[in-house]
């Protein structure tokens, strides 16, 4: 066994469901120098004044930050202390969720709603999980259900863990060992994690329609 199958035999052994649940609640809470979702918009919206253009203003950021080698090299070390994520996936994970939890929140929806959580987490997977029959229903629907649905907490939280061993042992292995090529790795990183993490953010404004009143302000796009 190589130590790239080593590595993967690894990460199946240790990371389970829960650990998504822990990187939503880090997401969303912050730690230390770590800034949450709830801080991050209060300081944009400190600045842009409007729930839209803070939203705009923290995906651009995100996509960002996605990208970005340095986020991972500086806080992925204490992000895998707390969950048992591959580092490149863990903090491109975090930034994924802390940007979905933003859009949620400036747009009306309570972060602390199990219902919400499960919804952000169903976002992370992307919306080709409910096209391919691997979640019944869209996480629009589960945000705003009568109830809270444990089960489908579960298997949202079974999909996210499959979908990182996926990426890993599956179809994206050639692009997560590109990222460990001196030189390369960086490119490959910017690419794969800036374009992954804007796919999530167009489902995201997708899923999470604005509760509040539609006065005094205009839908801000993404940067193209």
């Not at 939280?157 to 030189?183: C, D, H, Y």
């Amino acid at each position: 066994m190589n130590q790239q199958q080593r590595m993967v035999a690894k990460a199946a052994e240790d990371l389970t469901a829960d650990a998504f649940h822990q990187l939503l609640d880090l997401a969303i809470t912050g730690r230390g120098r770590l800034p949450g979702a709830k801080h991050a918009c209060r300081r944009v919206m400190e600045k842009k004044r409007s729930p839209e253009a803070a939203i705009s203003s923290l995906v651009n950021q995100h996509i960002a930050l996605a990208g970005g080698q340095g986020f991972m090299t500086n806080w992925s070390g204490f992000l895998v202390s707390l969950v048992t994520i591959p580092a490149n996936v863990a903090a491109a994970a975090f930034v994924q969720a802390r940007m979905v939890a933003c859009v949620a929140h400036l747009r009306g929806y309570e972060l602390s709603d199990p219902r919400v959580r499960t919804a952000i987490l169903m976002v992370m997977l992307g919306p080709s999980a409910v096209g391919r029959g691997v979640l019944p229903t869209s996480p629009s629907a589960v945000a705003t259900a009568p109830v809270f649905d444990a089960e489908l907490d579960g298997a949202v939280s079974t999909a996210l863990v499959e979908s990182v061993m996926n990426q890993l042992s599956g179809k994206r292995l050639g692009a997560w060992v590109g990222k460990k090529i001196p030189f390369v790795g960086g490119g490959v990183g910017l690419a794969v994690d800036g374009l992954a993490t804007r796919s999530i953010a167009m489902y995201a404004l997708q899923e999470f329609p604005s509760r509040r009143p539609k006065v005094g302000w205009q839908q801000s796009p993404i940067a193209e």
